[in-house]
């Protein structure tokens, strides 16, 4: 990603409402965008859809501010599974975007293979589903972190796609655990699923 891009972003932690800057609410800067090196825009389903932030300075966390999740990177889903997807995007097809984070519901029908860094999930429920501006949202399942917004169909109405973080493993733990003296707490510090950012 271009360095005039990056100086724009800012990763805003600490609020579920897309409009409010309360003084509990954490601004930082974005360092580096590290994008997959097999992720290929131009091709019409494109896998490897997943990047990591790192920013200038790191989030403070304590009893009030964590990581939204642990990263789900030693199994993969089973068919059946309820997971819940979150973002700020727009609450139906070319509606408006909403103040407060919203969630759904997902059920897991299909699940990745050898090869496949996609998984999809219908809507279980007809009006809720993922939408514009929801990519790069994030995807709980077990109360962890699996799955990342990847698209939905343009008239948000039918299934929706997320890149899956297990598949990725190799290649997330290379950037954000370089070391072996480095702690797995560190990925609170490095890497987050960017609910929200601002120019």
């Known amino acids: 990603m271009e360095?005039?891009?990056?100086?724009?972003?800012?990763?805003?932690?600490?609020?579920?409402?897309?409009?409010?800057?309360?003084?509990?609410?954490?601004r930082r800067r974005v360092e580096k965008i590290i994008i997959h090196y097999k992720y290929q825009p131009h091709l019409p389903i494109s896998q490897n859809d997943i990047a990591l932030i790192k920013?200038?300075?790191k989030l403070h966390i304590d009893n009030r501010y964590r990581g939204i999740a642990e990263l789900g990177l030693n199994s993969n889903l089973n068919v059946g599974e309820t997971c819940i997807a979150a973002g700020w995007g727009r609450m139906y097809h070319r509606g408006p975007q909403p103040?407060?984070?919203l969630y759904v519901e997902k059920t897991v029908y299909q699940v990745p293979y050898v090869g496949n860094t996609i998984f999809t999930l219908p809507s279980s429920v007809y009006v809720k589903q993922i939408c514009n501006g929801d990519s790069g949202g994030p995807l709980?399942?077990?109360?962890?972190?699996?799955?990342?917004?990847?698209?939905?169909?343009e008239a948000c109405v039918h299934a929706s796609s997320f890149t899956s973080v297990p598949h990725h493993r190799d290649w997330i733990e290379l950037y954000i655990f370089p070391s072996s003296s480095?702690?797995?707490?560190?990925?609170?510090n490095c890497i987050y699923s960017v609910l929200n950012t601002v120019s």
């Open 3 to 26: 360095a005039p891009i990056i100086k724009s972003l800012r990763i805003i932690a600490g609020s579920r409402r897309r409009l409010r800057r309360s003084k509990n609410v954490q």
């Open 55 to 57: 920013l200038r300075s």
């Open 99 to 101: 103040n407060h984070i």
């Open 140 to 153: 709980f399942c077990r109360d962890k972190l699996y799955g990342v917004t990847w698209a939905g169909d």
């Open 182 to 188: 480095n702690s797995r707490k560190t990925i609170q």
